[in-house]
């Protein structure tokens, strides 16, 4: 398995860069972004929109130029998201935009679908070529309701890479604790054989590409790679700059991994457990048996 992944991806990684990295937010818009999450989950479970603005963000492009940007709730906007500048006559940039989210047009309306879609928009807000240095010719054919100019449009291709990357790394940061770290490496690293050569990925991955839109395992293909079909298929000529942002997110998930099991193991060794602390925190206590709340009540009271 190994051989072939390297074989796969000996191509892409000669050439590994910063630009062939995810972007990822700043700490605080990471912070932020999940708290919004939650106010915005909470007033949709409601149907409040009554006061529609929500919070605030904070966005801090690659310049170091920085805003608190707007979120606002409205039940009837006709698509998930959406960026709107506050004055049309005046430079696009951090200062003069607002993103409006409507949670109801999602494939699984939830947290998780909140998250990914600010996600999604914040990714369209820090890329330069969308705000500062917005152009005629950058925009191009970009036709939001067409779906070749749509997605394979870079502006797209961009968001929707970084989103899906985003969830992947969630997805297997969640599993830590619950599978053997060798089994979780095995695992992300099929997903260089998957989508660098079309073989196959194994049932963490599977499960981890339905999780990141919160659909249920089943024989169809996860959304997620729906929408990378469509990248594909109307701009083909990005898809090898996705492999490349996916093989050092991959290395990212090693890493990741890695790291806590070392963290874990380090306070094994001070005072040995039968369960990890990741597992603790994740697992409630009404599944747990006796030996497992007591290995756990270091981490958490299930008594």
Known sequence: MK???????????????ETSKRKQLHPRTLADLEYMTDIIHNAWKKK???????????????????????????SEL???????????E????????FVVVNPEESLVPNRKSIYNVLYHELQHLVDLNTTSKISAKKIGDYVPGDSEKYY???????????????????????????????QLIDSID??????????????????????????EVKDDYPHVLHLLGLIKRNNPGQWNDFLKMLYSTVNEIKDMVEDQYKEEMSEEFKKPRKMTKSYCKKTPCKEMGFSQKASCRPYKNCY
Request: proline share 4%.
């Open 78 to 88: 006709e698509n998930q998201a959406a960026v709107f500048q506050i004055n049309p």
């Open 190 to 215: 099929t997903a260089l054989e998957f989508f660098g050569k079309g073989g196959h990925g194994d049932d963490l991955l599977k499960k981890a590409l339905f999780s990141i839109s919160s659909e």
């Open 152 to 182: 394979g449009h870079p502006f797209e291709f961009r968001a929707y890479v970084n989103e899906i990357l985003e969830g992947l790394v969630r997805e297997y940061k969640e599993m830590i604790g619950r599978y053997p770290k060798e």
């Open 48 to 74: 409040d929109d009554e006061v529609p603005k929500k919070g605030e963000i904070y966005v801090e492009d690659s310049t170091g130029d920085y805003a608190m940007v707007p979120i606002y709730y409205l």
């Open 3 to 17: 051989d072939i992944i390297q074989k796969v991806l000996k191509e892409y990684t000669e050439q590994i860069t």
């Open 90 to 97: 005046k430079e696009r940039n951090l200062y003069n935009v």
